[in-house]
């Protein structure tokens, strides 16, 4: 897989905004699961504008975001520093440049909605090596098939009328950066069990059930996806952020919208303990 570096031109400062919080529950599950005592080290592998890996680093004494686009990491730093978290360390390096580009050993590697960019069985397998003993890889998703959804707060996002607006202005071919947007068909269960952890596990933590969002966050949320970056648009850009939000405010009179991007689910494979 050769790295397209224009993938998400544009859009690292729509990403906080934009982006739903994982559940609110994701630091005490991981701070039991893996008894953290504030020693050990995180890597945080395709940490975009830093959104988990900020939200985590209070859990560990060293703590590492890596990713490929400079942008998101000037994000993760100006984060950083608003939320007074500024011994995170920031690399600019693709997943497959690991263990090179942030030797470990880590307690924790995660992906944050992130894994499925990666040559996958190739990574898993140099994060296995870079793991302490009992070290885990994670993989954090939003996940919504197959959860029960919340009655909904509000006037929900709407979403099939926004994605058609898209459609309209980018075509029925999702792109992302200079080609497409990759199909899976395999799951993170099926290429773990075929590396040295030998499988893996998921655990479900509830989403936030009355997620409001402004007219503003939905717009950015949608600029933040590779599919519809602000470079896709090119000169459409400022008609298509006008055409979105006059379809909101039909939506919504206040400008206020329910969101449930379903529940965070982690996909997590440990080392063990003695070889």
Request: net charge negative; aromatic share 10%.
């Amino acid at each position: 897989m050769t790295y397209d570096p224009t993938i998400y031109l544009g859009a690292a400062t729509h990403y906080r905004f934009g982006r739903p919080p994982y559940s609110p529950e994701l630091e005490n599950f991981l701070a039991r699961e893996l008894s953290l005592d504030g020693t050990a080290r995180l890597l945080d592998a395709g940490c975009g504008p830093g959104i988990l890996t900020t939200r985590l680093a209070p859990l560990f004494a060293e703590t590492v975001g890596l990713d490929p686009d400079a942008d998101m990491l000037a994000e993760g730093r100006r984060a950083a520093g608003e939320l007074g978290s500024p011994g995170i360390r920031w690399v600019q390096a693709r997943a497959e440049d690991l263990p090179d580009a942030a030797s470990g050993p880590y307690r924790l590697v995660t992906f944050g909605q992130s894994f499925h960019w990666t040559e996958e069985h190739q990574v898993a397998e140099t994060v296995y090596d870079m793991l302490e003993p009992g070290g885990v890889l994670a993989l954090i998703v939003h996940t919504v098939d197959g959860r029960p959804r919340p009655a909904p707060a509000g006037t929900p996002i709407p979403h099939t009328e926004i994605r058609a607006l898209v459609e309209k202005y980018l075509g029925s071919t999702r792109r992302a950066g200079q080609g497409t947007s990759p199909v899976r068909n395999h799951r993170f269960e099926d290429v773990l069990a075929h590396t040295r952890f030998g499988g893996s596990r998921s655990a479900f933590l509830p989403g936030v059930p009355d997620l409001l969002r402004t007219t503003d966050s939905v717009l950015a949320g949608y600029f933040s996806f590779s599919w519809a970056a602000p470079h896709l648009f090119g000169e459409q850009a400022g008609a298509f952020a006008e055409e979105m939000r006059a379809l909101l405010a039909s939506q919504s009179a206040d400008g206020v919208f329910w969101d449930w991007p379903g529940d965070t689910e982690i996909v997590f494979a440990r080392k063990p303990e003695r070889p």
